[in-house]
């Protein structure tokens, strides 16, 4: 696979069924206009901020108003300057830049806040408004505005959690209402409640089910790899139009959730929404979620070393079995994590950089989800590597307290590095098609 080579922070780039191209350079900035809330920056709140800030959301503040918004306006010209809001935390410069699920802003949009804010944030005429966006009452399902509502819906068993305690992790079981073999074409996992999302870390679907080989059940049901991983940030696994999950009849989740307390009790279960492909729909591929780890594999697992106020680099090697597609890249750390790194090491040793989260934030676990024709398609062989940095000094915010020692662990207050990753394994010939769609050299192939 050919790549090219990664960006400067001066360039743009196009990727194109895998193929790195480049566009022209940044230019200067037009010269500076007043801009007002009405006819210039509530057009950008409607496309890229009230979905999440608006009433009844978890948001601190409603930003569909000028009324509403003026009050945070220079709150809000410091987070969006500093690419903190709207949550998107990629370097732009460097790999893969088109993605399905892309909520950042432009430079010209990031400028006309700027404007505005500095300007004194001015109402303009209400005329100019945009139409108001109807937003619904209940919260609904991501996935619902591309596929409809799910076919089903499941829920864990509820957990209270105290005010003040340790970490838990609760893992109860829920039967899937599946009586036939079928296939998943997309998942959604969420906290039911507001609350709920205070307390919970993280919370995992693993699959337990029959060999799909012995549907009978002879085997008795075996680990079947992860359906989905939530984490707050993240929204929904979508697969491809030509791969998904098996289900088989008597399928099971085994629920991971991650709890801590935030002071207050709270009660809440975690819900799992699944779209199926229609009856007798067989996707070609299925598609996998791949840990893949940020530290070097050993049989003691995973090992990070942070003495107080020091810094510290980590890295760990997956190989790819056979041809594959990276549908996705989602960063995994806690509070001293501030920096991931995903590159492709080929068989004949080309190393591409394929996506760097430069300023990771615990808040926001991301999932980056890659265009159909951005989404990198690797030979059999190849090194996946990632890159994990964490910051245990003063200079992390987050960083809950520099002078204490932090090694690997599940708790929040412990630190891990790896990166969640849906894999769909090609045939070779596919792979061979495409390599010679895209005018792949024999040598890296």
Known sequence: MVVGNVPTTRSRSVWAC?????????????????????????????AKCEECHHK???????????????????????????????PWHLDKTVGIQHFQNDRSLSDQQIEIIRQWVDAGAPEGNPKDLPPPKQWPTSEGWETAKLLGQPDFVVQSAPYTMPAQGQDVWWKPVTLLPITEPRWVRAVEIRPASLGGRKITHHARADLEQ??????????????????MEWAIGKQNDVYPADSGKLLV???????????????????????????????GQEPKYKTTLAFLPATPRSAGGQVIDLPPNSTAVTSGTTVLRQPARLENFQ?????????????????????????????FNFN????????????????????????AWYDNTPNNRNNPDPDQWVGF????????????????????DDYDRWAAKNKLTAANR
Not at 409 to 421: F, I, K, L, N, P
């Open 18 to 46: 895998g193929i790195l191209a480049f566009g022209g350079v940044l230019t200067a900035a037009e010269p500076e206009k007043t801009v007002t809330f009405a006819k210039d920056v509530a057009p950008i709140f409607q």
């Open 56 to 86: 009844g959301t978890a948001a601190p503040m409603s930003l569909v108003t000028y009324a509403e918004t003026r009050p945070w306006a220079k709150s809000i010209r410091e987070r969006v300057v500093t690419r903190n809001m709207p």
């Open 210 to 227: 029959n060999d799909p080989a012995d549907p009978s059940g002879g085997e008795g049901l075996r680990p079947a790899g992860f359906l």
């Open 249 to 279: 009849p008597g399928a099971q989740v085994r629920w991971e959730m991650h709890l801590h307390a935030v002071g207050e009790e709270i009660t809440d279960h975690v819900e799992l929404a699944v779209w199926l492909f229609p009856k």
């Open 331 to 359: 960063p995994h750390m806690h509070l001293r994590g501030k920096a991931m790194l995903m590159e492709a090491i080929l068989p004949d040793g080309t190393t591409t950089k394929l996506s760097y989260v430069n300023n």
């Open 364 to 387: 926001w676990m991301n999932n980056y989800i890659y265009a159909p024709d951005a989404a990198p398609v690797l030979p059999a062989g190849t090194t996946l590597r990632i890159t």
């Open 409 to 428: 662990g599940d708790r929040t207050v412990d630190e891990m590095g790896h990166a969640w990753v849906n894999i769909t394994y090609i045939s070779q």
